[in-house]
């Protein structure tokens, strides 16, 4: 087989799933593909971000949307015509926007041009004003028409995402296509000792774990003020917040209000969530807005975590189903399920998950059979 190379188009490498999924990815392409399926990033956002010193592969920053929009639209144009033999598949992946870069490449005569839906945003769009929510879907509308001209497949993390993003696409152009995490074994007596003294968590500590970008998709707020109540009176709670974002100040400030300084600890991005995940925490919540799959759920799958997620979740991302409690985002409901899970008290001998589903290297050689059929 010919080398496959793929030009993978996002907005930069800022700390997401999204991101941490290419990342993972492109590390199986290296190490099992190597001459065989190569990747290479076009960060249409124009500069690095926090996860660039991860990617080893060629990252592109021009063109770019710095500028504004019609002399990024002129740029690519001539970009994509350019390269139209270079690249084997053109994989898109900035959500609605992604119309508007497939069409571009389409016109410049590049084919197997693939378009991801990673997000179902719908939840989000129905809470919008009636104004703001009908040019939210006239948008939509348009990008769907233009889908339908210009992409060769469209590709979705789960039903819902495809449902969001494609609408009504015949299912013969439409896949669903997991994506995955890298799922490993990382219990161990001195890494749990040392992840408990870093972090400051004592052996009668009941760890609460999220993770994700701190924006307002991932309700981190919401999520704060419900495990205040709990702890009100609960000297053993704490709860750990991964990931970076925007909100970061707002979220400290709203942690020094309540005077939960000592009990949430935001520990920025980290590269060991498995490990805080299977040696120090004993519980993950997850109270986002909406999410396309949810990998870090996954993770926490895996990783034997009983779960407390949002019923926006997509039921497909549901590995362990006896760990799984699927709750409506209202005040008080999450409060009283932190203190019932604290109550449960949850071993720490944990046993990993064995489904295999949502790991990396199945992600990738889908993807690779995809590829090798356009």
């Known amino acids: 087989m010919n080398q496959l190379n793929v030009l993978h188009v996002i907005t930069n490498f800022a700390a997401g799933g999204i991101e941490k999924w290419l990342i ?3 590390n199986v392409c290296n190490k099992h593909y190597l001459g065989k399926l190569n990747c290479e990033f076009l960060c249409i956002g124009g500069s690095t971000d926090a996860w660039d010193h991860q990617v080893s592969s060629k990252k592109i920053y021009s063109p ?8 990024f639209f002129l740029k690519l144009f001539s970009f994509a015509r350019e390269n139209r033999n270079t690249y084997s598949v053109i994989h898109i992946h900035p959500y609605r926007f992604s119309a508007f870069i497939a069409f571009v490449f389409k016109i410049a005569g590049c ?19 009636l104004g703001k929510r009908l040019i939210y ?57 040392a992840l408990m003294a870093e972090l400051n968590v004592a052996e009668n500590d009941h760890v609460f774990i999220t993770v994700g970008s701190l924006t307002t998709q ?16 609960n000297h053993a709670l704490k709860l750990l917040v991964i990931g ?48 396309g799959l949810g990998l870090a759920f996954i993770e926490a799958q895996f990783s034997g975590l009983p779960s407390i997620i949002s019923n926006t979740i997509p039921y497909e991302a549901d590995t362990e189903t006896s760990l799984v409690n699927r709750i409506a985002l209202e005040p008080n409901v999450w409060r009283d399920q932190i203190v019932l ?34």
């Open 244 to 291: 970076e974002g925007s909100l970061r100040v707002a979220l400290e400030r709203k942690i020094q209000q309540l005077q939960m300084n000592e009990k949430v600890i935001l520990l920025g991005n980290r590269l060991d969530i498995q490990s805080i995940m299977q040696n120090v925490a004993h519980t993950f919540v997850f109270p986002s807005l909406y999410e």
């Open 218 to 233: 991932k309700n981190h707020l919401f999520l704060i003020e419900e495990f205040a109540k709990a702890a009100q009176n």
């Open 341 to 374: 899970a604290e109550r449960l008290q949850v071993s720490q001998k944990r046993v990993l998950g064995s489904n295999r589903k949502f790991s990396v290297e199945e992600s990738v050689r889908n993807f690779k059979s995809l590829y090798v059929s356009l």
């Open 64 to 71: 770019n949307l710095k500028k504004g929009r019609l002399a």
């Open 111 to 129: 084919n197997n041009i693939v378009v991801h839906a990673h997000n179902d945003k719908r939840n989000l769009y129905r809470k919008y004003p």
């Open 137 to 193: 879907n006239a948008y939509g509308l348009v990008a769907k028409a233009m889908f339908r001209l210009s992409a060769t497949v469209c590709v979705a993390a789960s039903k819902d995402a495809a449902k969001d993003l494609f609408g009504t696409l015949s299912s013969s152009k439409t896949q669903i296509i997991y994506c995955g995490v890298q799922l490993s074994d990382h219990r161990s007596e001195s890494s749990r000792h």
């Open 24 to 26: 993972d990815f492109e």
